[in-house]
Antibody
């Protein structure tokens, strides 16, 4: 069974850093594009970036709201995805999900999701 | 990144049909057939219900269907069941290579 399990969420002060992890199982992780999606309390889903699969070059990209603060990496030998978050702001508070983008269905759809990990940014 | 526009709420009686709209621009919904729909129950992770505008993943009931016209995509749920009550989000790939989500629609089954 395909599964994603996130960890690393915590309470952190504004300006602090945090690294989230997402361990994959049940599918060939290295070739799958992976995304991070967050959801502030009571708010909509928001895409915060992706990393391509190994066979497509492995490039990472982030949208403007988090560019320069968030970075995505992967360790294919350990089937693990990471989200490094620096200079955290109160608005970064929320549940962070990792998801398989373009797998197992169409391009840019997310067919496998983790259960989420909670990040709270507060002084 | 601007969100796609969805109605905040929708409702229908058991057994009836309801359609949720998702309006974007010519740079996202209107440009690509990469529109997806997700169902999210309270406290749970989203679940893919529709991909590539109108395709249903394995295991999703046939009463869920999707379509697109111009810059607006739609999700129709036919024969509403109590378990369909949830939040629904659309998403689209965009020309900026970003994925953009809608604001979400809370579906109530009366």
């Amino acid at each position: 069974e395909e599964q994603l399990v996130e960890s690393g969420g915590d309470l952190v002060k504004p300006g602090g850093s945090l690294r989230l992890s997402c361990v994959a199982s049940g599918f060939t992780f290295s070739n799958v594009w992976m995304s991070w999606v967050r959801q502030a309390p009571g708010k909509r889903l928001e895409w915060v970036g992706r990393i391509q699969g190994k066979s497509d070059g492995g490039a990472a990209e982030n949208p403007a709201p988090v560019k320069g603060r968030f970075s995505i990496s992967r360790d294919d030998s350990h089937n693990t995805l990471y989200l490094q978050m620096n200079n955290l702001k109160i608005d970064d508070t929320g549940v962070y999900y990792c998801a398989a983008e373009g797998y197992p269905y169409g391009f840019h759809s997310m067919g496998v999701w983790g259960q989420g990990t909670t990040v709270t940014v507060s002084s | 990144q601007s969100a796609l526009t969805q109605p905040p709420s929708a409702s229908g009686s058991l057994g009836q049909s309801v359609t949720i709209s998702c309006t974007g621009t010519s740079s996202d919904v209107g440009k690509y057939n990469y529109v997806s729909w997700y169902q999210q129950h309270p406290g749970k992770a989203p679940k893919l219900m529709i991909y590539a505008v109108s395709m249903r993943p394995s295991g999703v009931p046939v009463r869920f269907s999707g379509s697109k016209s111009g810059n607006t995509a739609s999700l129709t749920v036919s024969g509403l069941q109590a378990e369909d009550e949830a939040d629904y989000y659309c998403s689209s790939y965009s020309a900026s290579r970003n994925l953009v989500f809608g604001g979400g629609t809370k579906l109530t089954v009366l």
